[in-house]
């Protein structure tokens, strides 16, 4: 059974397609097999922004003419 997120107890209503909690007004609905890591894509190399080589980084101050 799932529970209730405002009510803290079981779904009084569940099955395949979703669950609803009537006195809550919370309803989830499934939408197929939940995921798992290896459904997500590969992390980046770098987990750093790109930035123009004609741009510098927002955080260092351009003292050029």
């Not at 890591?37 to 790109?50: F, H, I, N, V």
């Amino acid at each position: 059974m799932t529970r209730c997120a405002t009510g803290g107890h079981d779904f009084p209503y569940e099955d395949e397609t979703g669950a609803y909690c009537q006195e809550h007004g919370v309803t989830l609905l499934w939408h197929g097999d939940p995921i798992t890591r290896d459904d997500l894509p590969p992390c980046p190399a770098s987990s750093t922004a790109y930035v123009p080589r004609d741009r510098p980084p927002s955080d260092v101050a351009d003292d050029a003419p």
